[in-house]
């Protein structure tokens, strides 16, 4: 495969749960002693950045904080575009941080914006609710990602997905994709490498929003059989990946 930059998804392929896969820390080495340009392009939304950094860190990645591209970086780019402010978050302790350190602050009521990402334990009757009126009351809906769901340490967790459908089903309104596979998130993460679509491979595990959603935006897909993979998504995906592994140690086969 004959390509100048990878983007690499990170949970499924590099971790699941607590735990770095199989050699993955010593594919990301191969792949950057190669040469490649590299970037990390999550949908996970619980984590700040810098957390993200530290956990990677932490399980033997040599991966830098400017590496990596979260819908949460990308939204917070977004907002200050527009010059509206007021956010309402509906996401993590973590993420609110990460907001507050660009200047945009969470508030209860008369908000621009309802920011959705997976809030954990923050989703409940009174949070959904509060999220419901203020788009009801006229507030932008943005979703950080709407992915279905994530293979965690003890078994599968609804991600953000249904909770943003719950406010759309209730309003009638649809949210604003920020992350995977939206064009935008994958057009910002080439800009940042300085290459085309052509030059650039996307490797995930997930047959829609990864490689998917990259191959949409012209780029190839390489879909690897770790993390949320199955058989029955992938039957169905339209793009197909343009190549399959059986996980990210396998990569110098390819590249
Ligand atoms: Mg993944």
Not at 70 to 98: M, Q, W
Not at 172 to 193: E, H, N, V, Y
Not at 217 to 222: L, N, R, S, V, Y
Request: charged letters at 20%.
């Amino acid at each position: 495969m004959n390509v100048k930059g990878i983007l690499l998804d990170l949970d499924g392929v590099l971790y699941t749960g607590d735990n770095p896969l199989p050699g993955a820390p010593g594919a990301v080495r191969y792949l950057k002693g190669r040469g490649y340009i590299t970037r990390f392009l999550s949908n996970t939304t619980r984590y700040s950045r810098a957390t993200i950094e530290s956990r990677l860190l932490a399980f033997g990645f040599d991966i830098g904080e400017d590496e990596i591209i979260t819908p949460a970086v990308a939204a917070i780019n977004y907002i200050l575009e527009t010059g509206l402010k007021r956010c309402h978050l509906l996401t993590t302790r973590d993420i609110h941080s990460e907001f507050e350190a660009a200047g945009l602050f969470h508030q209860n009521t008369e908000a621009d914006w309802v920011v959705v990402g997976d809030a954990g334990d923050n989703f409940n009757y009174d949070t959904m609710n509060q999220a419901f009126r203020l788009v009801q009351g006229g507030a932008g809906l943005i979703a950080l990602e709407k992915d279905r769901y994530w293979m965690g340490s003890d078994g599968w967790m609804l991600s953000a997905g249904p909770f943003v459908r719950g406010i759309e089903y209730a309003t009638g309104k649809t949210a604003a994709l920020i992350g995977k596979p939206s064009p935008g998130f994958f057009g910002m993460a080439l800009r940042d490498m300085g290459l085309i679509p052509a030059d650039a491979v996307m490797i995930g595990d997930d047959v829609v929003s990864d490689t998917g959603g990259a191959m949409k935006a012209g780029m190839q897909g390489i879909l690897v059989k770790t993390g949320k993979f199955n058989l029955e998504a992938l039957v169905g995906a339209d793009p197909g990946p343009t190549m399959i592994i059986r996980s990210i140690a396998e990569i110098d086969t390819i590249l």
